[in-house]
């Protein structure tokens, strides 16, 4: 499966972004999704993840209450809605995918497909 993040982009503090990630040559049923970031001079961080199934996402504490992740498999998608966006928010976001489970979810190692990343910029 190959993925594509897309909905980066420039907003200033305070505001919303909607991340998208589609996947294609594949089906993302048969995986976990998840989001990370990564700031510049800083190592990726876990951001939030969804099973197969649907089921509650996980979050990263810095994110827990703003962001909001979801699914569509009719749609082969799973998006990212953040909210009350910092300045410290701005990193390059990637969608990936896991068969792990979920306590191994936040681990980058145990993900084998990245998508190419989409810069969100927050302005302070």
């Known amino acids: 499966v190959q993925l594509q993040a897309s909905g980066g982009g420039l907003v200033q503090a305070g505001g919303s972004l909607r991340l998208s990630c589609a996947a294609s040559?594949?089906?993302?049923?048969?995986?976990?999704t998840s989001w990370f970031r990564q700031a510049p001079g800083k190592e990726r961080e876990f951001v939030s993840a969804i099973s197969w199934s649907g089921g509650s996402p996980a979050y990263a504490d810095s994110v827990k209450g703003r962001y909001t992740m979801s699914r569509d498999n009719s749609k082969n998608t799973v998006s990212l809605q953040m909210n009350s966006l910092q300045p410290e928010d701005t990193a390059v976001y990637y969608c990936a995918t896991t068969r792990g489970v979920r306590s191994s979810w936040s681990d980058p190692q145990m993900y084998y497909t990245w998508g190419p990343g989409t810069l969100v910029t927050v302005s302070s």
């Open positions: 040559g594949g089906s993302l049923r048969s995986y976990t």
